[in-house]
């Protein structure tokens, strides 16, 4: 299993633009990288996934450099919503669950 | 759609007692799974199946049982509930391939 090592925490102010990098040195070339939302009392909700190079959708950016042992999800312009906890998943979902772990994620705080 | 719906939302048990938590998705989802979530944890997989009928064990699967006799629903029982099961238990769907998956509310349970 592709293990991966995020930040504990991170601050951020309104408007301010957010990166989190996380570390997966053994990711496989099956892999792919997804990263999801969390808010208190909620369940995780899917924000990205990508497998190398850059994603973007509506929401936030993902950024993987070509040797894929890290990446890098880039929320622009964050808000006080954006207060949540990001994790990051590594693992070939079409071959099943047992590859996808998540971590204790980043609790990001966004402040005023 | 109502995406994934989970009963209760809350539950205080004693030591001992059995009990049900329900989970059921109007996606038409192939692959269901359960995680529990330890206050400043991440969520580890417990069960999960891939099609009704199948299923297997996560990371963590000793003390629940699981079964997927529809598609519509995942139910995830424990027969003896200890101290130890105290968590906030998610349960997730999703489709084919490597789409995202869709987490419902969440159950709070408490062992006494």
């Known amino acids: 299993l592709a293990k991966t090592t995020q930040p504990i925490s991170m601050d951020s102010y309104e408007g301010q633009e957010v990166n989190i990098t996380c570390s997966h040195n053994n990711i496989a070339t099956n892999d792919y990288i997804t990263w999801y939302q969390q808010f208190p009392s909620q369940g995780p909700r899917f924000i990205i996934q990508?497998?190398?190079t850059k994603v973007t959708n509506e929401v936030a950016s993902l950024f993987i450099p070509a040797d894929r042992k890290s990446s890098t999800l880039s929320l622009p312009r964050v808000s006080l919503s954006d207060t949540a906890v990001y994790y990051c998943l590594v693992g070939d979902t079409d071959s099943g669950y047992s590859t996808l772990t998540f971590g204790k994620g980043t609790m990001l705080l966004v402040s005023p | 759609n109502a995406g994934v719906t989970q009963t209760p939302k809350f539950q205080v048990l004693k030591t001992g007692q059995s009990m049900t938590l329900q989970c059921a998705q109007d996606m038409n989802h192939e692959y269901m799974s359960w995680y529990r979530q330890d206050p400043g944890m991440g969520l580890r997989l417990i069960h999960y199946s891939v099609g009704a009928g199948i299923t297997d064990q996560g990371e963590v699967p000793n003390g629940y049982n699981v079964s997927r006799s529809t598609t519509e629903d995942f139910p995830l029982r424990l027969l003896s509930a200890a101290p130890s099961q105290t968590s906030v238990y998610f349960c997730a769907s999703r489709g084919q391939g490597r789409d995202e998956q869709f987490f419902g509310p969440g159950t709070r349970l408490t062992v006494l």
């Open positions: 990508g497998y190398k």
